[in-house]
């Protein structure tokens, strides 16, 4: 039987050794978050980096590491600290990352970096090479990965191949900055069909892709060696029903099975007359704009007073990427914008912004959905942004605002939500208001559309349509792979 094979930096599991036991959690991010669901309903595999570098896992280890993600249906790519450090931390998340990101000023271009981004996407081809069986699919995922279609192609030319980005496709100009922008281009012309986030990002590629390879490109299709390579637009959705069920549940808990948090949350309502809770929930990472957002609000509660000691600003902020000087100046600017809001304004009873830096428990980020009036999504530039789609799922009851940074892929499906733009500190604030204030009708006009939307293209009919769209484009003749 015919397999899909899921290819990604990392795999939906990570692995971590906590004193002498292996410990599995799951992962963080949109991308692992999101395919999670389409991975565990099919019969394929998939194939990526455990989390434990090889000079992690003892060689008499190595069996338990393997048979715990055999669990998972993974197998993993072996890669060593030295990969880590320079195709992860540092070509991946040192110069594509912020690069795509608009983030021009972070973006450093290493030859080491670069040299081992290549050496890691041909570990991925050799281990895919040796799983993929005739008339399997392959789909890879992500900016880490571009330079594998095409290396997989030149060893199986008829193996079905799709690509996804899950992050922006950056325009023109700052793509062409970018040393090394043919290889990258070629090497995603490798798959069959290309996908994107939004149709902006797509524009962005062709736009790209004819002005440094002068290839023949007819509307989406490139004509690339003999074959034809497909670009076209699939917005990621998420698990609906996941969500939404949950939210359902959570709201008719009885008291004694209530988490914590959600205690400490009604707690603090009942103290408060009219007390709201916004909420914030991303990876610890430049580009959600998180300053930004502890700023704008600070600037609504000084523009305006009658909000103070009435509304709090919950934000989650999990921890990524530690190792590259970029996050750790972040997470020290957060903490001192945190400290700053809070020293200044917070009264013996009320705190201002409540500040976690870890990851949470599905049931817990529920809880923080369900009880939080208003979402504020600004990011400063983001591929889609899943965190939006969640907030909407959990809203039962039709009550809750979406504000959402118009710079996030998902802002192109959210009309409804209040879109905003990242950097306009009024513009948040005064939104904030309108927000708080929203009648309920008005509430639950737009997150009916919303969340009408979000179910009806969830994460599966996402991936049902970029698999069906790369079927389409399949080549009939059988594959033949030079191992
Ligand atoms: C984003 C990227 C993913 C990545 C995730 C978490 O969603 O698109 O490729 O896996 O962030 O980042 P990390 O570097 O921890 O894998």
Redesign the pocket.
């Known amino acids: 039987m015919n397999k899909t094979i899921i290819i990604?930096?990392?795999l939906p599991v990570d692995l971590k050794f906590d004193e002498e036991k292996l410990v599995v959690k799951s992962?963080?991010?949109?991308?692992?978050t999101g395919m999670k669901s389409v991975h565990s309903e099919g019969n394929g595999i998939w194939i990526g980096w455990s989390g434990l570098t090889e000079e992690e896992i003892e060689p008499s280890r190595q069996n338990e590491v393997d048979k715990a993600l055999a669990k998972e249906k993974c197998i993993r790519v072996p890669l060593t600290a030295y990969d880590i450090e320079n195709y992860?931390y540092g070509f991946?998340?040192t110069a594509l990352w912020p690069l795509f990101h608009y983030f021009q000023a972070y973006t450093e271009f290493e030859l080491t970096h670069w040299e081992s981004y290549k050496n890691v996407n041909q570990k991925f081809a050799d281990i895919i090479l040796e799983n993929v069986n005739e008339g399997d699919t392959v789909w890879i995922?992500?900016?880490?990965l571009l330079l594998l279609p095409e290396l997989l192609r030149e060893k199986a030319p008829n193996l079905t191949i799709g690509f996804f980005l899950?992050?922006p496709y950056p325009s023109f100009e700052l793509f062409r900055t970018c040393p090394w922008r043919d290889e990258l281009l070629y090497g995603m012309l490798g798959a069959d069909l290309i996908g994107f986030h939004t149709y902006d990002y797509v524009r962005h590629f062709i736009s790209s892709t004819s002005r440094i390879t002068g290839l023949e490109i007819r509307f989406n299709e490139i004509f690339y060696k003999d074959r034809i390579v497909k670009v076209d637009s699939f917005p990621m959705g998420i698990d609906y029903d996941k969500y939404h069920n949950a939210a359902l549940e959570h709201e008719v808990r009885p008291d004694a099975t209530k988490s914590e948090l959600m205690h400490n949350i009604e707690l603090h309502n009942m103290s408060f007359s009219e007390s709201k809770l916004i909420l914030s929930i991303d990876?610890m990472?430049y580009t959600k704009g998180i300053p930004n957002r502890i700023k704008s609000f600070e600037y609504f509660l000084n523009k305006y007073p009658e909000y103070k000691g009435k509304v709090r600003l919950v934000m989650l902020s999990v921890p990524?990427?530690e190792n590259v000087p970029q996050y750790q100046r972040l997470k020290r600017e957060t903490d001192e914008l945190v400290g700053r809001i809070n020293g200044q304004l917070a009264t013996v009873n009320w705190t201002p912004v409540w500040y976690f830096y870890r990851s949470m428990p599905f049931d817990d980020l529920i809880d923080l959905y369900v009880a939080s009036d208003v979402a504020l999504v600004t990011p400063t530039r983001d591929?889609m942004n899943l965190v939006a789609k969640e907030y909407v799922a959990t809203k039962t009851q039709g009550k809750g605002v979406l504000v959402l940074s118009e710079m996030a892929g998902a802002a192109k499906e959210m009309h409804e939500a209040l879109l905003v733009n990242p950097n306009n500190f009024e513009q948040i604030a005064d939104t904030l208001k309108y927000a708080l204030e929203m009648p309920e009708a008005e509430q639950k006009s737009r997150l009916e559309v919303l969340k009408k939307r979000i179910s009806r293209y969830n994460v599966e009919k996402w991936a049902d349509s970029f698999l069906n769209a790369l079927e389409i484009t399949k080549n009939a003749k059988p594959v033949t792979i030079t191992k």
């Open positions: 990604s930096n990392r992962s963080i991010g949109g991308l692992a992860y991946s998340n995922h992500d900016y880490q899950h992050i990876r990472d990524s990427r591929g």
